[in-house]
């Protein structure tokens, strides 16, 4: 179902309070409607900005229930523990949820792919890590107001980030050989070996964009999470008259990106691209895509299926 669903269904009236029930008893039954009315509002991602009037009213006040009942707080916690939630954030914006690693509402590393090979997962979480450190290249620019709008990034942008990291793990690699290395930088290294044997471009016989260059791959994890409400589409124009695609982050994605950005993996990351040249994005248009050379694949057994 749908976030648009769940909510139009969250809007009946609860059931008739017949039956000799209690004044408490209707106002828990009225509580736990509203809890998932709230919750409701945490899965239409991107589309919650184009809700009625009358739905806008009604988040106001659900958020000012939720902030001003400690009562009523808990029970919205309590009703998206059991579904498997965590309530990130709540307020007259929206709500921001995390599904559990046991949720039904988590996403599945293959999601972004029908039939994608064990490389093709790790690829894809190397590209989320890379989208957000490019996004907030340090930790504190996610303590900024979230309703100010943030530059655009494109893929190239992420690409330029993810060559950066490639080029200062070659070079830890080479001085470095450390057998006691730990498992989140072994598991970086094992990503970073899989992402330096692919082309940036190439296209596959009939001229069509290879799915598995990586800024290809890039574009792909970034219109996803731009399905879940994280980053909004922009198309620029160029001086040439040429377009292109950008995207820029949400307060969804800034508030979801909080947790990550103090895990070891994130501080890893952002450590070694402060340590090199970086040409990620600062607000301004990213390189053009044309000065990354396209490789033609024209026999190339991995994007024949494509």
């Not at 039956?19 to 509580?31: F, T, W, Y």
């Not at 949820?97 to 039904?104: G, H």
């Not at 922009?234 to 982050?249: A, H, I, K, L, N």
């Not at 000065?291 to 299926?305: L, M, Q, R």
């Amino acid at each position: 179902m749908r976030g648009s669903d769940v909510l139009a269904h969250s809007r009946y009236a609860p059931p008739s309070a017949g039956g000799g029930l209690g004044v408490n008893s209707q106002q828990a039954q009225r509580d736990a409607l509203d809890a998932g009315r709230l919750i409701a509002y945490g899965f239409l991602g991107g589309s919650a900005r184009g809700r009625s009037t009358t739905n806008e009213q009604e988040l106001v006040d659900l958020v000012q229930q939720y902030h001003g009942s400690a009562a009523f707080r808990e029970i919205v916690k309590s009703v998206a523990v059991g579904l498997r939630l965590q309530v990130i954030e709540v307020d007259a914006m929206g709500v921001v949820l995390m599904a559990m690693t046991d949720s039904p509402f988590a996403l599945d590393p293959g999601s972004l792919r029908a039939n994608s090979k064990a490389d093709d997962r790790l690829l894809d979480g190397l590209m989320q890590i890379a989208i957000a450190a490019t996004v907030y290249p340090r930790s504190t620019t996610l303590d900024e107001d979230r309703l100010l709008a943030r530059p655009p990034i494109a893929a190239l942008d992420v690409e330029n980030t993810l060559r950066d990291l490639c080029n200062r793990l070659a070079a830890e690699a080479q001085d470095h050989d450390d057998p006691t290395v730990s498992d989140v930088r072994a598991g970086l290294i094992e990503a970073w070996r899989v992402y330096e044997r692919r082309p940036p471009v190439k296209k596959t016989a009939d001229d069509r964009k290879a799915r598995r260059a990586t800024i290809n791959m890039i574009e792909r994890n970034l219109e996803s999470l731009r399905e879940h409400g994280c980053f909004t589409r922009v198309v620029m124009t160029s001086e040439d008259g040429g377009e292109q695609v950008q995207y820029r982050p949400t307060w969804r994605y800034q508030v979801q990106m909080q947790d990550f950005t103090a895990t070891e993996l994130f501080e890893l990351v952002t450590t070694m691209l402060q340590a090199t040249p970086a040409h990620r994005a600062t607000g301004g248009a990213a390189e053009p895509a044309e000065s990354v050379p396209a490789i033609n694949t024209s026999g190339d057994e991995e994007d024949k299926d494509e």
